[in-house]
């Protein structure tokens, strides 16, 4: 499962990794909407926030892959081509992945 949304309440550019309802909690209070129900015993989520932005069209893409006992999520930052809104903006994606190791890495690839 995965959310988009480009108003929130992150400022700054942030990434937080939710093992527990906690952690999934305080994604979900910065970007001001309830919690869904999440099962954290098979899956464990990526909240990627950009800070704010001059405008509108940023996008996060995703790759996840397995190596050894490590899981490792990519993001890339996809910023706007051609006409976006025109106002300040907080980007921020959210997704679940299946838990399939000890160990989680996050990359940015630029």
Request: hydrophobic share 40%.
């Amino acid at each position: 499962m995965e959310w988009s949304g480009v108003f929130c309440s992150a400022n700054e550019p942030a990434v937080i990794i939710a093992h527990s309802n906690e952690d999934w909690q305080r994604i979900w209070q910065t970007i001001g909407k309830p919690a869904p129900v999440t099962d954290f015993g098979k899956f464990f989520a990526v909240g990627i926030f950009l800070g704010t932005q001059p405008t509108g069209g940023y996008t996060v893409s995703w790759k996840a892959q397995v190596q050894g006992s490590k899981v490792v999520v990519q993001y890339v930052v996809k910023k706007p081509e051609g006409m976006s809104i025109q106002t300040l903006t907080q980007p921020y994606a959210v997704r679940l992945f299946y838990k399939s190791g000890d160990k989680i890495a996050v990359l940015v690839e630029r």
